[in-house]
């Protein structure tokens, strides 16, 4: 059994839904270890032991321990569904691995306005510079993206990949920050992610989120 450590809709979402994509009958089962993002209780809980920086996602599996979403997904597809990466030799390689980092370069700029406008509650306030400096680098990784994409169905021209499961977190939280009606073909593209069987399936698990509060978080006035 695969045991996946994981905060509701955060960067593990990224494994679950891989998981659910590959079948979780291939891992002998699956056990989701929730935790409580920005509380003592991930540095007491003993994740330490599976993630030296005390983050998710993390995974134990057949005495495999590891964290970082884009390395488990890109090893668990390798290992188990070949189908979804791209081999060495293979001519979309470079766009497989470039996708699958672009995908981290966006998160993280996520992660700053969770930080600035979620994390910090008042009496602190986020600093709208700052906030607006990260609103509009995010907005520029869509806008790349959206352009990329064209007309392909997928990143990737020969179909669907763990590029793409890499992007499922990314166009979940994106849009509680950006105004993503200037991007229609992303749009399109998250209604694929959500029409596929295994996306269902680990958005069922997750249930209703719990960490914004707001539908949209404008760019605090100065």
């Known amino acids: 059994m695969i045991r996946l450590h994981h905060v509701q809709y955060g960067r593990s979402f990224r494994v679950l839904w891989l998981i659910e994509e590959i079948g979780p009958?291939?891992?002998?089962g699956l056990e989701v270890v929730e935790h409580r993002i920005g509380?003592?209780?991930?540095?007491?809980?003993?994740?330490?032991r599976v993630s030296p920086a005390i983050r998710i996602p993390a995974i134990e599996w057949n005495g495999l321990e590891m964290s970082e979403s884009g390395a488990i997904v890109e090893y668990l597809a390798e290992?188990?569904?070949?189908?979804?990466?791209?081999?060495?030799?293979?001519?979309?390689?470079?766009?497989?691995?470039?996708?699958l980092h672009y995908a981290e370069t966006m998160a993280s700029l996520i992660e700053n306005?969770?930080?600035?406008?979620v994390f910090l509650r008042p009496p602190a306030k986020p600093a709208p510079v700052v906030v607006k400096l990260h609103?509009?680098?995010?907005?520029?990784?869509?806008?790349?993206?959206?352009e990329a994409l064209g007309e392909k169905e997928w990143l990737l021209p020969s179909g669907?990949?763990?590029a793409d499961v890499m992007m499922g977190f990314n166009l979940f939280a994106a849009p509680y920050y950006v105004d993503m009606e200037e991007f229609p073909r992303l749009l399109a593209y998250r209604a694929r992610m959500e029409a596929r069987p295994g996306y269902q399936r680990a958005v069922e698990r997750e249930g209703p989120?719990?960490?914004?509060?707001?539908d949209f978080y404008p760019v605090p006035e100065a």
């Open 113 to 117: 306005l969770n930080l600035q406008m």
């Open 160 to 162: 669907f990949s763990a």
């Open 209 to 214: 989120q719990r960490f914004y509060a707001q």
């Open 135 to 146: 609103v509009a680098r995010l907005r520029q990784t869509l806008r790349g993206m959206e």
């Open 25 to 28: 009958e291939r891992f002998g």
């Open 79 to 99: 290992r188990l569904a070949p189908e979804l990466t791209r081999a060495p030799d293979h001519p979309e390689r470079p766009a497989f691995l470039q996708w």
């Open 39 to 48: 509380t003592p209780e991930m540095r007491e809980s003993g994740l330490a």
